[in-house]
């Protein structure tokens, strides 16, 4: 009986080894200066492809001519 009780100890002791490895918790802090000028430039690049899928209006329309 005595190994049954040592092997519910280490049994124990694991799991309170697992439970506590899985309370870390890794943190990774991004400089906000940095973050921001991202933003931006992810923001840029949108606007960009959206001018460039904009067909272009004919010259005609523009100056209020008809066809």
């Known amino acids: 009986m005595q190994k049954r009780g ?13 439970l506590l490895a899985g309370c870390v918790t890794i943190n990774i802090y991004f400089p906000a200066a940095a973050a921001e000028k991202a933003a931006d430039k992810i923001i840029d690049e949108v606007w960009q492809l959206k001018q460039e899928a904009k067909p272009a209006t004919p010259a005609a329309e523009i100056k209020g001519e008809a066809k």
């Open 6 to 18: 040592i092997a519910n100890l280490w049994g124990s002791v694991g799991a309170i080894g697992l």
